[in-house]
């Protein structure tokens, strides 16, 4: 176990990063994931998120939601059906130790007064956080792909997606136009 341990940190950790940070052990099931989810979790798919930066606990409900059918897990169906409580843990606490995602170079610019004007009378902040980065249960949404934001909205406001909260997203999303939801997906997209 130690040997697949050390070769994957050697792996995932660049030298110059490894000077500058702890080492952050990779579970060795992490590997099945890059072809999506990117290198350190950051990634470069259409539709498939950034997992690097994650609260651990919002990763790991998401992991569970999909695994149990509450969420529809779409590709991840084959993947998502083997995942252990323990991988789901160690996963869980492997993405929320990566660096988060930079800003994302191809968001479109928007009017951010305009973006404000949507999301500050739904609080969108006061559970995200005011830097978006999230906590808990509620996920991170600073620098994520717009792509997955503009899906990830519109499955909250069809309610393919329920997610936790209380169903908290399905309310603040029911009355967003497709137009508000791709603004507010390249705003938080743009976000460091
Ligand atoms: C074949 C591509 C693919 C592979 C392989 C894959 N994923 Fe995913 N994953 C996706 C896509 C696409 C989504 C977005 C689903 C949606 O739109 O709701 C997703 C969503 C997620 C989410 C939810 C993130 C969020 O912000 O809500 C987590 C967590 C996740 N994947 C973790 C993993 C882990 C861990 C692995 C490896 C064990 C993995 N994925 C393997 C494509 C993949
Ligand atoms: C009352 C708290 C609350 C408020 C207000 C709120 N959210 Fe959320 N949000 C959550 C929680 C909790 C989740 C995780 C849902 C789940 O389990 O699927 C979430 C998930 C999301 C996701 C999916 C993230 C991912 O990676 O899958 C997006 C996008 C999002 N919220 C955007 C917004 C926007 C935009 C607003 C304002 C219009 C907003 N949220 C307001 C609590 C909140």
Same mark, same amino acid.
């Given at each position: 176990m130690r040997? #697949? #341990?050390t070769a994957l940190f050697v792996m995932f950790a660049a030298p110059a990063y490894a000077q500058s940070q702890p080492p952050i052990k990779a579970p060795a099931i992490a590997q099945t994931c890059?072809? &999506?989810?990117?290198i350190r979790g950051i990634s470069t798919s259409k539709d498939s998120p950034s997992l690097a930066g994650q609260p651990d606990i919002f990763t790991q409900y998401q992991l569970v939601f999909m695994r149990d059918g509450q969420r529809q897990p779409g590709v991840m169906a084959g993947i998502v059906?083997?995942?252990t409580d323990e991988n789901i843990r160690e996963l869980g606490a492997y993405y929320a130790a990566l660096a988060p995602p930079p800003p994302f170079a191809k968001a479109e610019p928007v009017d951010a007064a305009k973006a404000n004007a949507i999301m500050g009378p739904r609080r &969108?902040?006061?559970c995200h956080k005011d830097d978006f980065s999230g906590q808990g249960e509620t996920g991170r949404l600073a620098g994520q792909r717009p792509d997955y934001l503009i899906k990830a909205l519109k499955d909250f406001r069809s309610g393919a997606r329920?997610?936790?909260g209380m169903g908290a997203m399905m309310e603040v999303s029911v009355t967003?136009?497709?137009e508000d939801i791709a603004l507010i997906a390249h705003y938080l997209a743009a976000k460091p």
């Open positions: 040997s #697949v #341990v890059i072809a &999506c989810h990117g059906k083997t995942l &969108c902040a006061n329920r997610g936790r967003l136009q497709d």
